[in-house]
């Protein structure tokens, strides 16, 4: 296994990168202009925070990349993001969903982080904390908006929930990685984040009429790098194909 | 700048004696470099002349998310990507503000959305052309938001108050772009070979289009002399393109690119550069629909908002209920 630190860096860097990214495909073409910007901040905030802990991936790696070599010099099967992050945007009602059950957990790991033994993370935390705490009100607004809205944005969210909830329970699963860092005092155990998700989807799924699927079945492999699904290779295909094409170039 | 061929009242600009008394004092009021407010009294040609100014500054805005959206997902570095994302979200704003400002003349956004999508408004000219390579983000940000600015700045004194106020805060983001445009247009010119080629191409694709941003010359156009009467239009079109091309030049051979332009050339005599003019034949081909992404810029923005609508009539219907809960509670 590689350092968890090391690994636990990325995990976190590569959920905020690959979910930067793909709230940035929607540059532009939103349903309208003030979610436009409010989609470009929440990207904008994504990537702030992914030079942040892929930075400090570097540091603790000790070989000699940094954020940017991180980002746009590794492979699919390096990449620790969790699977719900790199799952296509599909619809508004697809983006926000996804974002919201992201941010539910995001929050809570972020929030746990901030009394972290190790300085540097809990620094990252306290600052991430303030944007993730309106990415959550913003998204958890949405979702209760549109689910309570009109039969066809009720159904739209709905089928979101349902295409989605596969790949929430990943965010819940506990592995070496995150035993040594509970052991070390770092991190949070993320199983236990799981009753405040539980609470929160209650609450938020209610106010916007929606059903929480009953099936748990929960596809996996994200976040260790086994296996991740089909749409990450053709993200990393466009976001790192400039620094490919001429690797001897700076910019 | 974003607004081009702006039609005025097609008359010419009468004199003080020729108005009824409410007029006159409108215009003097506006010669005093006085500012007119939206529920002071004011000409109906100036009310119609501004909407279709402001309004087509606003759709520049907003379409001009999309050639440069067009690389966020491939920026090269994380700071670049950051940098461009703040860039269009500022961009994306300035319509917002400009929608506002128009919104204060008695037309609502949604009316200028409707009339942006059906091809009736138009939005400026630079932004059917296509965005290439990476270095198209640093002339986009050098020469586009740089023509902007020479338009933008005179503006902050336009005689329309809200119009003014609009402009004063989106200048200062639209230097900020330039100079970041600029930025990547030195590590471009001063890269490799291949950046060096990309940064070289981007000027050549650009340079035409951005002198076309200013419109063919005016000097003989009623339009024109009525709305600089206005003072909604502060400078004639080729004065601001002689300042644009007279501060561009130098900046370009500090880069060591070269204006694709043998006849551009430093004028002893005049204090300015001599230049060829565009071929305005493209440019009237491209207001017609015939630029290169005409299509796609309009399909682009005509698909978002046919998507969106499901999510703007759901929160909608949510905001309502939501009142008349509310309502029924009290
Ligand atoms: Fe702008
Ligand atoms: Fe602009
Ligand atoms: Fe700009």
Known sequence: MNDPLFEFCCRMGDNTLVLGHRVSEWCGVAPVIEEDIALANIALDLIGQTQLWLGLAGEVEDAGRDADALAFHRDVWD???LLLVEQPNGDFGQTMMRQFLFDGWHLAMLKGLMTSSHDQIAAIAEKSVKEVTYHMERSSDTVIGLGDGTEESHKRMQDALNVLWPYAGEMFVSDNVDAAMVEAGIAPDPAALRAGFEALLADVLGAATLVRPE???????GKNGVRHSEHLGHMLTNMQWLQRAYPDATW | MYAQMIKSTGQGV?????????????????????KIEPKDWMPEGYRKNLIRQIGQHAHSEIVGQLPEGNWITRAPTLERKAILLAKVQDEAGHGLYLYCAAETLGVTRDQ????????KMKYSSIFNYPTLTWADMGAVGWLVDGAAIMNQVPLQRTSYGPYARAMVRICKEESFHQRQGFDIMMKMANGTPAQHKMAQDALNRFWYPSLMMFGPSDAESVHSAQSMAWKIKMNSNDELRQKFVDLTAPQAEYLGLTIPDDKLKF?????????????????????????????????????????????REGLLAHAEKKRSAKMAAE
């Open chain 1, 79 to 81: 990449f620790r993001n």
């Open chain 1, 215 to 221: 099936d748990d079945f929960a596809h996996k492999g």
């Open chain 2, 14 to 34: 009468k004199s003080l004696d020729e108005m009824e008394p409410e007029e006159r004092a409108f215009q003097e009021r506006i010669n005093a470099g006085g």
């Open chain 2, 112 to 119: 200028m959305t409707r009339d942006l999508l059906s091809g």
């Open chain 2, 267 to 311: 004028n002893e005599e005049t204090g300015h550069y001599d230049f060829s003019e565009p071929d305005w034949d493209e440019f009237f081909d491209v207001l017609r629909g015939n630029g290169p992404c005409n299509t796609e810029r309009l399909a682009a923005r005509n698909k978002a908002w046919e998507d969106g609508r499901w999510v």
